[in-house]
Structures are given as C-alpha cells and as structure tokens.
C-alpha cells in the first residue's frame, strides 16, 4: 500500500472536509490503496493550556466575522456532501491542540488513528466539544476503541509532549505552511481540502501503476 500521511490540526474544518472527502472516496471505491498515518500541526501553538474564548479569539484573529460566517455556510454545504454536519455556532471555545495530538499519536500505536482523528473532528466541529479537555479526550478515546483510564493516565503527565512537538517543528522546517497536507508516498504533496473525484483518480493510477 502507499503511504498518505495526513498533515492536520484537530480544529482545521478544511482539514475535517479534506479527510471527509478522501475517506468517501475510498468507500465509494470500495478499497483503498493507502495506509493513513495522521501527522500533527498547531493552527495556534500560542493558545493557553486552558483555550480562549472563540468568538473574543476570533474576532481578533479575522476582525469581520461576517466573512467568517460566509466562509463556514461554505464549509457546511460542502461538508453535508460528504456527510458531515458542521455546526461552528455551537463551538464555545478555541483549544490548544497538543492533548490532542498526543493523544493521536498514542492511537497510532493501537491502529486507530483514523478513527480518533475523526471522532475528534465530530466532537468539535458537530457537538462543539472543547477537545482540550481531558475528559473529553478520554471519551473520545473510548469511543475510538481505545483505553480511556490508560489516556487518562498518560495525559496528566508530559508523556509524547516533546515528541509531538518535535513533529509539529518537522513538518514547518519541511515547508509544511498550511493544512490539510496529504503526503504521498514521501514524494508528493497535494494541499487542501481535495475534492474525493482527486483522491479516486490518484487511487487508479496507484492500481493500475502496480498492476501485473
């Protein structure tokens, strides 16, 4: 299989919509030729432990939220496609992601990154559920399959904190400006939130370059 590292954060909607869309694409193909690994990235590593306030934060990132309203009504409709149901009004909060990532990185290990990486997704962008918070890390673990009491363990401490850090700086020194970023094979990168029509016709010419 090729290997697709996605470059992502957890409170990206592009990078919710690019994953919805690849994803739909293999099932839609009914198999697929790549081996997810979901790599992380912070929007905003400057956010404190306990996250801000969305809209005072948004405000003064964007200054008119107007234009962020047209944008998410945007993402909505594009996402509905796919089957995601955005609702940014109920988003309370803006998170710092490095729980997250952690907790990420701990899923790879148990071969159910996907899986986290859109529960997580779902619970920010669909429940508005701050996905700093350790409970809510631990519930979204379970529901990926892992052992919430072990992530609980492991995220009162500083466990893979340095690590995801160092991957985070990785990916920026590598040129990694923006996310989504889909690495191919260690060979290409295609950003953005691709429609699924690229993911099936990059799957073909994986197929057909393979085949016999």
């Known amino acids: 299989m090729t290997r697709l590292e996605i470059v992502s954060d957890v409170v990206c909607p592009w990078c919710y919509l690019g994953a919805a869309n690849l ?46 309203d047209a944008a998410h009504a945007r993402l909505a409709e594009m996402g509905r496609a796919v089957g995601l149901g955005f609702r940014f009004d109920l988003i309370r909060r803006s998170p710092n992601t490095l729980d997250a990532h952690r907790l990420l990185r701990w899923a790879e290990a148990e071969g159910v990154q996907t899986r986290a990486a859109m529960t997580l997704f779902a619970r920010y962008f669909e429940r508005g559920e701050d996905v700093s918070d350790p409970a809510v890390l631990r519930s979204a673990a379970e ?30 020194a590598s040129g990694v400006t923006g996310v989504p970023t889909f690495l191919v094979g260690g060979r290409y ?20 370059a393979v085949a016999p």
């Open 23 to 68: 994803l739909h694409a293999m099932t839609e193909r009914g198999a697929s030729p790549f081996a997810l690994a979901w790599r992380p990235f912070q929007l905003d590593p400057t956010i404190p432990p306990e996250g801000l306030d969305r809209t005072a934060y948004m405000t003064a990132k964007f200054g008119d939220l107007a234009r962020l």
């Open 143 to 172: 529901e990926a399959g892992m052992d919430g009491a072990v992530v609980a363990r492991l995220l009162e401490g500083d466990a893979d904190r340095a690590e995801v850090q160092a991957e985070v700086a990785a990916a920026q």
């Open 189 to 208: 990168a295609v950003s953005g939130a691709q429609p699924p029509e690229l993911w099936s016709r990059l799957a073909a010419e994986i197929d057909a």
